[in-house]
């Protein structure tokens, strides 16, 4: 061991004497350049210059941020809210003038039902008004209990979850279950509360066209691809189909059959959104499963807020215990929210048992004629109906073929405005029509659609109107079917000039719901 | 006009700045020497002795390894897996947990959650009504007994000052409410749900809060998580404090702002984030910030901290930003008249650029509100998402809003309001000196009315509030995910309407339970003071016939 490494000492002296005087010098050069390396100050690829502190004292004092919020002009639609006063029955005053109301979400007309409201007040009586504490921390009544399990019964369902607030029902169910990295085919006209479930998600979110199954099938097909490159990936991906089942800003009603097809076809669970069709859709109002005739455990996931049809507040989300249970955790506005308020739970206890036990009930609201000039009716709600009628919530429920008229006039003095909003469904030979209009005094509103030749159709407008000072302006928005002659014309009394509009658009922007004041429009001369 | 409007403010700014600094050295000092300030209370968060975390942590590790041994028990088939399950035709589709996911509720959750979801069926007023329930499978499943433990005294609901009543005489609005308008609007504000009483109640709430504007909403949760984003996004910057409420995290996020965290209530972390923040600009291209907003709570529900507002707003004036303060569990709990913590500190409100509170707690009802100045809540009203499409509030939870907020500026002519106010406070102090005589290791200001007592082991967690139940009283606790994971706690939410004979009765069971359980784990020494409370029961009395 010794002996070897002499050995090799001294074969490097003798290598020293045998190299080249050039080599030495280029090596001896080299090391010096080493050393010179070592003990250097450190190189920086960027000179650093730290501020001192009267730069950053400059800095602070110049910087100027931008105000908190935009300034806004003082005409600004949204400013000046309509007001109501009294209750929003069927029957609403709007700034000091009664008109009849087309424009609440009362379908079933229980906003002013007189059993609902003395249940209210039994629970008023017994538990007072708030919860005062989220679900976890007391804040779990009996009551809360009963509606779960009366709405998991009236729904057919293992399970049912309620939230204090409507829209935050679907809102914190979707990022319960979809993460970071989770694949979402959502409809492209989803309402709002949706888009912000899935902003809140995080998950990659795909876009299919509205109620365009082939598209979504499309959309499935090029995932199941991406899929077979990469099955590692595949394995923990979940994939979601977020719809809704009465399209708040379509009027639509989604194709739930071909949806539970592909559901098992291409493996995605179908989260189904039914605020607008809960209580409204189907024989005893259990929404578009029911209309469809589809086996509700198809549906992984059911939500529907309870501020609509049932008339109160707050919402719930359906399903099988294997599913709903994870939300008590895992639902952000489940566990840190205080819970609903007690005597609405109640209310909605009362509201669910009568819509269970009588099913079939027709209430007709208004069908008023206005001082001789002209007639408005309207059919206020319908619970249920039979098969092959036609079933709506609608202003005016009619068969094929029928033309439907609404003409509102004003009269001298007694100005009176309505709107209405609803939601239209349509069963498969049946046609159905609803409105969403808002027509202040002074414009003369017809609406006239008509049947197209052997085929139906279906129309909606679902919007709100402005109206500028003295010249007309409505403005609508109508999502119109291929083939669907749709003509409004509104006229303003006052003989100044007409204006009509039509505004077509298949669907609505991702996240608009209502319209910007007034979109352009032609004016005629008169 | 709107634009020449905005245009000379701006110009006035600039020749504010450009003139001299002389002024802005003023504006610092004005800042820190407000003039009628109170000097912020003494916040203690006592550190555990060593064997206590070393022990937390042992106990975390055995639950662990059981649960795995569990796991690996069902797994063989061994045990029987009473988890809810997959329906056999979707066998086949993506998992929809993943399994590591749901270790934590099969395992450790599951033998526990008995302390938590307890029904009552009585109103949450200071004693409630619990419904037994039993497990015949260790907590998978419950089934309610149908008996009740009646009389409980209630240290969990956030009901400070006692407006949780159902006394017929104070609910008569209510009612009236109720009949005329019946229960929901079955619209938004903007379409036709926007009825006079909603208009009132904002009125009422600007009023309350001394600043020119507000507008309530209904959900709490919501009001932070879909507001925030219409104040602030991409080239922004939020700073937020470390244990900020879910809410606020939510909305930052969805905001698409960047996050800044800071220490809890800890200024020096807050402001060297704010130097840095302007002096460097965004990451990268080094713009300027557009915004900087710091995002703060007033009372921390789970810390029971109040936030040092002073500082903060010395800072954000010095540093130009802005101020968004969640009064959830402040609103209507602290300062001398119940206007939260800016009155707690003397501060004026107009100093608060975005002020954010609730109905849910102080005021029995649900909802919440935004208050600012009149720009700002107009902004808010068309731009913010739950004003535009949520449905408007109820209005018998108005009318209960209203009541309570009349009663406490002493609008219905009576100074029931006032008192329970100052009730609140003499509770909160007796309690809170009371714990700490006893040894127990609480957080928080000594204003404050949320008291946690810390508990660290998970054993005891739960061993605490099985024991308390037994005793009547239902006491709130809460472990890992909502708190650090060595500092696990019992929360007590004081009442105006917990009589002193309540408090003395929880006092003295708590006395004995800590012995029991060995919970008294503080080393400091108090030394026992004269009794500054009024012993012969007058004030609780007092109280209660006030509170009836």
New interface residues.
Partial sequence: MASGQQWVLVEMVQALYEAPAYHLVLEGILILWIIRLLFSKTYKLQERSD?TEKE?ED????????????????D?P??N?????????HK?I?NGKECI?F????FLG????ER??QK??TS??????????P????????V??ELEDRLAKFMKTEEAIIY?????TIASAIPA?SKRGDIVFVDEAA???IQ?GL??SRSFIKYFKHNDMEDLERLLKEQEIEDQRNPRK??????FIVVEGLYINTADVCPLPDLVKLK?KY?V?IFLEESMSFGVLGEHGRGVTEHFGVNI?DIDLISA?M??A????GGFCCG????I??Q??SG??YC???S??V??AR?TVSVCFSAFVRPGILFLCVSQRLSGQGYCFCVFLSVCQARDTVSLCLPVSFRLGILFLCVSQRLSGQGYCF?V?ASVFQARDTVSVCFSAFVRPGILFLCVSQRLSGQGYCFSVSA?VFQARDTVSVCFSASVRPGILFLCVCQCLSGQGYCFCVFLSVCQARDT??LPPCPPCWLLPP | ???T??SVPNGN?KTQ?NGN?LK?AIYKKNGYHNKAQRFQRPESFEQAPMYVAVMTYLGFGIVTLFGYFRDFLRAMGLEKCQI????E??K???????DFENFY?RNL?MRVRDS??????????PV?DV?ERVSPDHNWTFRLTGKTIDNVI?M????YLG????N?DF?KT??AR??????????T????????IH?ELERLVAAFLGVESSMAL?????TNS?NIPA?VGKGCLILSDELN???LI?GA??SGATIRVFKHNNMQSLERLL?EA??TGQPRTHR?????MIMVEGIYSMEGSVVRLPDIVALKK?????LYLDEAHSIGAVGPTGRGVTELFGLDPSDI??MMG????S????GGFIAGKK??V?????YS??A????A?????ME?ILRVMKCIMGLDGTTVGQARVQQLAENTRYFRSRLQEMGFIIYGNDDSPVVPILLYMPGKVVAFSRAMLKRKI?V?VVGFPATPITEARARFCLSASHTKAMLDQVLFDLNEVGDDLCLKFSQRKYSPRPQQHNNNDGTGQSANILIG
């Fill in positions: 501020l950053k800095l602070i004092e110049e910087w100027q941020p931008e105000p908190l919020v935009p300034p806004m002009s003082k600004h949204s400013l809210y309509d007001i109501v006063t009294g209750p929003p029955s609403i709007v109301n424009a609440s979400f009362n229980l906003l002013d039902n609902v409201k209210a007040l008023l009586r017994r538990y007072g008004v708030g919860t005062c504490g679900r976890g921390f007391y804040g779990t009544f009996d809360h209990l204090s607030y409507g829209f935050a279950y309402c709002f509360s912000k902003q809140a595949a394995r923990v991906t979940r994939r098992y493996k669970r455990d807020n501020e609509n049932v008339a109160s507040i099988r215990s294997f599913v249970d994870h008590r955790l952000q506005g840190f929210s205080v609903a308020s005597f609405q209310d709107s909003s709100s719901v209502s | 006009m709107g634009r409007a905005a700014l700045l600094k802005s809810a399950n997959e329906r035709e979707q086949d589709f993506v998992p929809l947990y993943q509720t959750y938590w979801n307890r029904p009552i069926c009585s109103l949450p007023g409630f419904m209630n969990g609901s956030y009901n407006f949780a009543e159902n017929a609910l209510v009612a109720t009949q005329q308008y019946g229960l929901g609007v079955c619209s504000r903007q379409e036709m749900g926007n009825l006079a208009e209904g959900m709490g949760f919501a879909m104040l409420h879910t809410s939510l996020r969805l130097r302007v002096c300027p910030w557009k915004k900087i010095k540093y130009k930003a802005y650029d975005v609730t109905f849910t707690k005021f029995g009802a649900a720009e700002l107009d902004y808010l009203r068309s998402h739950s535009v499409y949520s449905s509030m109820s209005p018998p939870i209960q239902g709130v």
